[in-house]
């Protein structure tokens, strides 16, 4: 290989380092706001939920930079293969952790209403929810920063647990509310704060399936697991992933 040839090797190589690079960071920024979202509902935190939207402009500028650097390395470098994966996958990933960080701050902006404050209404479920949906987007940002498609398919197949969660969540509400019109204020936001954070669920399932084709080539189905589908059956390849 000629001196110009390593030369853009190199080049290309540290250009995809600095792309993986800035998507860590974001995904560390949107972890962050999650958990400050949760904080600011179920612990009451106003501390949390006034730092939650201020990383918002943080998270779009590195999308926004993400976004430029894609599209510079497919004009100027026409990668291939496992490179061409894993930069088109990063740019759907990049857009994902975005609206991760979008639904954090909704959540903390709205727990910061009059009406939640001081409601009586159980927030043990919202709380175990919070807890499931902030485990499941660090595994998955680990399984990006990692590479690693177990880990990825794992968070995969924990989708079915938070839309249960939801599932149990909503009705739970809705009965509340059922049960006594004061409630009617206060479970409406709760409602809205689940819906988000089922939304960030949502989306950390879509990085753990980009992660998984960036690394593996093969698609994850279309069609989700949900209720009752076997969390031991193994991922799909070949074939099976199409």
């Known amino acids: 290989?000629?001196?110009?040839?390593?030369?853009?090797v190199s080049s290309f190589e540290q250009e995809l380092e600095r792309l993986r690079a800035m998507m860590v960071r974001m995904g560390g920024l949107v972890e962050r706001q999650t958990s400050q979202a949760v904080a600011a509902v179920v612990d009451h935190d106003e501390n949390a939920a006034a730092a939650a939207p201020e990383l918002d402009p943080q998270v779009d500028v590195l999308e926004r930079d993400m976004e430029a650097m894609v599209i510079r390395i497919l004009a100027l470098r026409s990668p291939v293969a496992g490179d061409l994966r894993e930069v088109v996958s990063a740019l759907k990933i990049t857009g994902d952790m975005e609206r991760i960080g979008d639904c954090a701050a909704s959540i903390a902006r709205r727990s910061l209403r009059t009406e939640l404050?001081?409601?009586?209404v159980s927030l043990s479920g919202l709380r175990g929810m919070g807890r499931l949906v902030q485990d499941n987007l660090r595994r998955a940002i680990d399984a990006m920063t990692q590479r690693d498609p177990e880990k990825a398919y794992e968070v995969?197949?924990?989708d079915t647990a938070v839309d249960e969660l939801y599932t149990a969540m909503f009705r739970e509400l809705v009965t509340y509310m059922m049960e006594d019109p004061r409630n009617i204020g206060p479970c409406?936001?709760?409602?809205f704060i689940a819906k988000n954070l089922e939304r960030i669920g949502d989306h950390a399932t879509n990085i753990a399936e980009r992660v998984y084709y960036t690394v593996t080539g093969d698609i994850l189905p279309v069609v989700r697991p949900r209720g009752g589908f076997s969390a031991a059956a193994p991922p799909p390849s070949g074939d099976d992933a199409q």
């Open 188 to 191: 409406t936001h709760l409602l």
């Open 156 to 158: 995969w197949q924990s």
């Open 1 to 8: 290989m000629g001196q110009e040839s390593t030369h853009i």
């Open 117 to 120: 404050l001081g409601t009586r």
